[in-house]
T-cell receptor, first 116, second 114 residues
Framework: EPEVTQTPSHQVTQMGQEVILRCVPISNHLYFYWYRQILGQKVEFLVSFYNNEISEKSEIFDDQFSVERPDGSNFTLKIRSTKLEDSAMYFC??????????????FGNGTRLTVT | AQKITQTQPGMFVQEKEAVTLDCTYDTSDQSYGLFWYKQPSSGEMIFLIY??????QNATEGRYSLNFQKARKSANLVISASQLGDSAMYFC???????????FGKGTTLSVSS
């Protein structure tokens, strides 16, 4: 069964450094998402991407964050200058259609980001 | 404002028993879907079941079923015949108003013992 792939599984970085988290969504999916989950807490929406542009974003997704789909397969999340509070599990997800029409999000296994 | 509420931080059940995990929500969308996800200790998010707001029947998927009460805005997940492998965090989710992304409740941790 096709799956969403995220790399790396764990990233350690120093405060103030830039990080890029990478995702390969399922190939025929049209909607792409990034979520984060601080340890033991709820899964928080960051951004969604459709038709090569951001379609929704939350208040968490500020100017420190950016997303890109540089080619037909990869979907990346960049954090420009990491802060300690950016430490979390970051999930990429994709869906073939809109979630309101029985189109569940398929999640990758996540990238655990640790900012020291 | 749109909201998802899961009031049970933790639930404990023995193998082979049924368990109900509660979820209430609020949305101004007229048509929407409700999703449940499972997150085992390994961390991945696994889609379990979907209920459309206009579906006449409650959704079922194997041992999972939804007790959907639209007027009360609740969509409780029922797991029948619990297994040890059901021990995990369970999240209820709803699409953002006029959007496609899902928002999640805080989750319920289910512990199944033998």
């Amino acid at each position: 069964e096709p799956e969403v792939t995220q790399t790396p599984s764990h990233q350690v970085t120093q405060m103030g450094q830039e990080v890029i988290l990478r995702c390969v969504p399922i190939s025929n999916h049209l909607y792409f998402y990034w979520y984060r989950q601080i340890l033991g807490q709820k899964v928080e929406f960051l951004v969604s991407f459709y038709n090569n542009e951001i379609s929704e974003k939350s208040e968490i997704f500020d100017d420190q964050f950016s997303v890109e789909r540089p080619d037909g397969s990869n979907f990346t999340l960049k954090i420009r200058s990491t802060k300690l509070e950016d430490s979390a599990m970051y999930f990429c997800a994709s869906s073939p259609g809109q979630s309101s029409y029985n189109s569940p999000l398929h999640f990758g296994n996540g990238t655990r980001l640790t900012v020291t | 404002a749109q909201k998802i509420t899961q009031t049970q931080p933790g639930m404990f059940v023995q193998e082979k028993e049924a368990v109900t995990l509660d979820c209430t929500y609020d949305t101004s969308d007229q048509s929407y879907g409700l999703f449940w996800y499972k997150q085992p200790s390994s961390g991945e998010m696994i889609f379990l079941i979907y209920q459309g707001s206009y579906d006449e029947q409650n959704a079922t998927e194997g041992r999972y079923s939804l007790n959907f009460q639209k007027a009360r805005k609740s969509a409780n997940l029922v797991i029948s015949a619990s297994q040890l492998g059901d021990s995990a965090m369970y999240f209820c989710a709803l699409p953002r108003e006029a959007g496609t992304a899902l928002i999640f409740g805080k989750g319920t941790t289910l512990s199944v013992s033998s």
